[in-house]
């Protein structure tokens, strides 16, 4: 079965240290990955995504991620923590041919702590 | 006008009750989709409506019925809903949903409670 994996349900981190949000996935075929922010109270909004190409994808508010073919991994980074970065996180993954499915991981509730 | 506009932002219902959502997408987007979130799960995939023609139901139970009356607008109508229906119920939109590389835009969601 398809699947992405967030293994992490929350991730603390202090203000202005590194973060990294964990994401692996298990499709067959090539995938498309994504990274959504959810703010409280609020619907999902789209940070990033990798297509093709460069591997390291730069998206919204200083966030990066990375995507790993060997690791099946998609890990959400950002070099410098703010408080305003807590949220939940969602990780999501589509298949060229397959009609608007996205296969999304359960969450990653981010916490950053001044 | 933001992108996705979902109204309402709460609703409560009881089990006999008959409500409806709303959506309205702002963006030209000819997709419309319906999610919903549970607590710590993944998004669930209710319906997809491409150019006003439902294209997916997943499986979801007949106590919910979408309406699409234009690209723009999308309804999910409730009728004689369960406690465990409670939940987020977001609405989303996108250029072409045949395009899986293109990003979702989602509303700000309405929060259904049914006692």
């Known amino acids: 079965a398809q699947s992405v994996a967030q293994p992490e349900d929350q991730v603390n981190v202090a203000e202005g240290n590194p973060l990294t949000v964990k994401c692996t996935y298990s499709v067959s075929g090539n995938p498309y990955l994504f990274w959504y922010v959810q703010y409280p109270n609020r619907g999902l909004q789209f940070l990033l995504k990798?297509?093709?190409?460069d591997n390291l994808v730069k998206g919204s508010y200083g966030f990066e991620a990375e995507f790993n073919k060997s690791q099946t991994s998609f890990h959400l980074k950002k070099p410098s923590a703010l408080v305003s970065d807590s949220a939940l996180y969602f990780c999501?993954?589509?298949?060229?041919?397959?009609?608007?499915?996205?296969?999304w991981g359960a969450g990653t509730k981010l916490i950053i702590k001044p | 006008e933001t992108g996705v506009t979902q109204t309402p932002r709460h609703l409560v219902m009881g089990m006999t009750n008959k409500k409806s959502l709303k959506c309205e997408q702002h963006?030209?987007?000819?997709?419309m989709y319906w999610y919903k979130q549970s607590a710590k799960k993944p998004l669930e995939l209710m319906f997809v409506?491409?150019?006003?023609?439902?294209?997916e139901n997943n499986s979801v139970p007949s106590r919910f019925s979408p309406e699409c009356p234009n690209s723009s607008h999308l309804f999910l109508h409730l009728h004689t809903l369960q406690p465990e229906d409670s939940a987020l119920y977001l609405c989303?939109?996108?250029?072409?949903?045949?395009?899986?590389?293109?990003?979702?835009?989602f509303g700000e969601g309405s929060r259904l409670t049914v006692l």
């Open positions: 999501a993954v589509s298949l060229e041919y397959s009609n608007y499915q996205l296969i």
């Open positions: 989303a939109s996108s250029q072409d949903p045949r395009i899986t590389s293109l990003e979702l835009f």
């Open positions: 963006l030209g987007h000819n997709a």
């Open positions: 990798y297509i093709t190409g």
């Open positions: 409506y491409s150019l006003e023609e439902r294209v």
